[in-house]
């Protein structure tokens, strides 16, 4: 018998003689959970097997205090369990502590990244929640895009959607630049915004025109998410010294880039700049003082203190107004008007931000400056809200 062929053979028994051992270690660890379950009355069960831990939290953004998390319960097997309220339509983000330690949910597949937080998420199904998700419609294409910032002297990566029915067409597109909040980064809109399958759902939907979003990082400090590269220099110790260069870049590299490698309307009728609480501050100002590039300006729990020298003291979260009006927006009144479709200022009304944004308000209410004034009663500085605002500012551009 040839000798290739007699070791075949024996390394073929030896393996069909161990694949039951095999198999018990790979695929009996325990078992088999579902986590999370939606139960048919909106209340959800979460379980984890942690049969060693002494203590186990569920820590979820629906809470009244997140951060404190909510104690489950151990049964004789080792399995951790707990059930919530009933819950109402939305997306959601939670995770476990286990022994004091955050540990995502091993049963459930569906993670997101908000700068350096993971959890696990799910929809609760229902008429907003469901442009959460991934629908029966035409998908756009998200593309990680490197462009050269001279303003911040780096290479910089930023995410860019693409509509359905970009690729293979010669059609041209208006351009909505979508900012995130501080902590996050050019992936956040995408992972914990729901960004693009809410642009395929309100586009199909007939709410909204075809657009392209461009999600830059609006770090000055980072070429890119810190999970890529690590920041060049400590974000909060030199941001008053380096407030505005963003919004500078933006203007300077960014739309330049975008209008020199898409199909864009470059006009200013045709261009939206958005983000949420940094985001929303970074949109606000890039576009008041900007108001020949931007039509449309929008700004969800806007965080107005990182403008340059409006802060009365370090870490106060109020306005010094007279900067507002001598530094930030020298000269700006009613004429801006005739040059805005919209400006979105929306805001919860338990948001530690809401009174730095009302006195911004109320200045310009004194300048007969027009914006349309969103404050939804209940809400706090949460995702939850930002991805509604997403939706509503969304459906109100280029029209």
């Not at 069960?45 to 831990?53: G, L, Q, S, V």
């Not at 339509?89 to 350096?116: L, M």
């Not at 509509?163 to 909505?176: I, R, T």
């Amino acid at each position: 018998m040839d000798m290739k062929k007699l070791k075949f053979s024996i390394l073929s028994l030896i393996c069909f003689a161990l694949f039951p051992v095999i198999a018990s270690a790979q695929f009996q660890r325990g078992p088999v959970i579902i986590s999370p379950e939606i139960l048919p009355n909106n209340t959800v069960t979460f379980k984890i097997n942690a049969p060693e831990a002494t203590s186990v939290k569920l820590v979820g953004n629906w809470m009244a205090n997140p951060f404190a998390g909510e104690s489950m319960t151990k049964d004789a097997d080792g399995i951790w369990s707990i059930t919530t309220d009933p819950l109402k339509q939305d997306f959601y983000q939670y995770s476990f502590q286990v022994n004091g330690v955050t540990a995502i949910d091993p049963s459930n597949v569906k993670v997101c990244r908000d700068g350096s937080r993971f959890t696990n998420y799910f929809v609760l199904p229902g008429d907003q929640s469901n442009l959460y998700k991934v629908q029966d419609v035409p998908h756009g294409t998200v593309s990680k895009v490197w462009y050269d910032s001279p303003t911040l002297g780096m290479k910089r990566r930023m995410f860019v959607y693409t509509p359905a029915g970009y690729e293979g067409s010669n059609e041209k597109y208006p351009v909505l630049y979508l900012l995130h909040g501080m902590g996050g980064d050019e992936d956040a809109w995408s992972s914990v915004g729901a960004a693009e399958n809410i642009m395929d759902n309100i586009i199909a939907k007939g709410l909204t025109k075809p657009m392209i979003v461009v999600m830059p990082n609006g770090n000055y400090n980072q070429s890119a998410a810190q999970n890529i590269l690590s920041p060049k220099t400590n974000f909060m110790a030199s941001y008053d010294e380096n407030a505005g260069k963003f919004e500078e870049s933006l203007v300077k590299d960014i739309i330049p880039f975008i209008d020199g490698n898409y199909r864009t309307y470059t006009d200013s009728k045709n261009r939206a700049i958005a983000g949420l609480s940094m985001g929303g501050g970074q949109a606000t100002y890039a576009g008041l003082t900007n108001v020949d590039k931007f039509d449309y300006i929008g700004s969800f729990s806007g965080a107005f203190v990182i403008w340059p020298n409006v802060r009365p003291a370090p870490g106060v979260n109020d306005l010094n107004m007279e900067a507002v009006e001598n530094i930030v927006f020298p000269g700006l009144d009613s004429g801006v008007n005739s040059k805005m479709k919209l400006m979105y200022l929306a805001i919860g009304t338990e948001d530690p931000l809401i009174d730095p944004q009302r006195k911004f308000k109320d200045w310009l209410d004194e300048k007969n400056i027009q914006f349309e004034n969103i404050e939804t009663p209940g809400y706090a500085h949460v995702w939850s809200l930002w991805r509604m605002n997403l939706v509503e500012f969304g459906s109100q551009l280029f029209r």
